[in-house]
């Protein structure tokens, strides 16, 4: 079956520390999309990639850095320049080919600080 | 920017009763999105909303959408617990932008 698979589900992060979160669709979308949820609230745009070797931020990309060397994956660094990482943050995709169609979203990471 | 607002923020409601929950956005669109998150879990498709008068309808929950009015509804008919969830809208433009999030719970 086709979906977006995020890992870890769950991680920690000690102070000064750079974390990589992973992204993986076989879907075959064209485009991949990092969020970070807090607790009680809407869902905030990181970064976004239409395209391979392409990708823009979004409204809050300070502290965090993307990669996108392949169509299936879209990893997500946060850098120790984000001062508060806890969150919960998805991964979500869409083919920009039928642009009608919903983003589909992975099961999350959870991140937290030590 | 485009802006995304749902209405209210929180719901509670009984078992049996009818409600709507609001989404409006403040640039033109035809298209709008809804979706449900339940506590510690992704986010699920329920509706694409494609045109303007769009209704579309799954169980006890139907969506609407004016683009004319930038407003689209989620009514909840005769509502069970298992509808207890967060619900968003989002709105397509340069990305996807996502209204606040509506948290439903159903009191039995």
């Known amino acids: 079956d086709g979906g977006i698979t995020q890992s870890p589900k769950y991680l920690f992060r000690k102070e000064g520390q750079n974390v990589t979160l992973s992204c993986e669709q076989n879907?075959?979308?064209?485009?991949m999309y990092w969020y970070r949820q807090d607790p009680g609230q809407g869902l905030r745009l990181i970064y976004y990639s239409q395209i391979v070797n392409d990708f823009q931020k979004g409204d809050i990309a300070e502290g965090y850095s993307v990669s996108r060397e392949k169509k299936e994956s879209f990893p997500l660094t946060v850098t120790s320049a984000q001062k508060n990482p806890t969150a919960f943050y998805l991964c979500a995709s869409k083919p920009t080919d039928r642009h009608n169609q919903p983003q589909h979203f992975g099961d999350g990471t959870r991140l937290s600080i030590l | 920017e485009l802006k995304v607002e749902q209405n209210p923020l929180f719901l509670s409601m009984q078992e049996g009763k009818n409600y709507t929950i609001y989404c409006n956005y403040s640039?033109?669109?035809?298209?709008l999105y809804w979706y449900r998150q339940d506590p510690g879990k992704s986010l699920e498709s329920l509706f694409v909303l494609l045109s303007n008068g769009a209704v579309k309808q799954e169980g006890r929950l139907m969506a609407s959408l004016d683009t004319k009015a930038r407003l689209s509804t989620l009514h909840i008919t005769a509502a069970v617990h298992d509808l207890s969830a967060t619900y968003f809208c989002?709105?397509?433009?340069?990305?996807?932008?996502f209204g606040t999030g509506t948290s439903l719970t159903v009191i039995p």
């Open positions: 989002a709105v397509p433009g340069n990305q996807f932008y």
């Open positions: 640039t033109t669109s035809d298209r």
């Open positions: 879907l075959n979308h064209d485009a």
